[in-house]
């Protein structure tokens, strides 16, 4: 999705492109690495949630899909999965 070269080889330091902050100055909530939360996902937006899925949200930096690419995605995954595109914010 992002063919320019932004001079990093995977994702960039936190805080690196202050221009895409949030009002609160929240960094980094899309293009990184996708957040674990600790929330249980739930598929009706946590009226009962799980836990043998958490959720994560955000896009991370190799998924090529522009819808994927906003902080409020929310996907779930096992608690088990681990990847170089998960992380904590």
Do not use: E
Not at 7 to 16: I, Q, S, Y
Not at 63 to 79: E, G, N
């Amino acid at each position: 999705m992002y063919q320019a070269d932004d001079g990093w080889a995977t994702t960039a330091p936190v805080g690196r492109y202050p221009l895409g902050d949030s009002p609160r100055r929240l960094h980094d909530t899309a293009g990184n690495v996708w957040a674990w939360t600790a929330s249980g996902y739930a598929s009706d937006c946590g009226k009962n949630p799980t836990t043998d899925a958490f959720v994560r949200r955000g896009g991370g930096w190799l998924i090529s899909l522009p819808s994927y690419m906003r902080a409020a995605i929310r996907v779930s995954s096992a608690p088990t999965l681990r990847h170089l595109l998960l992380g904590f914010r």
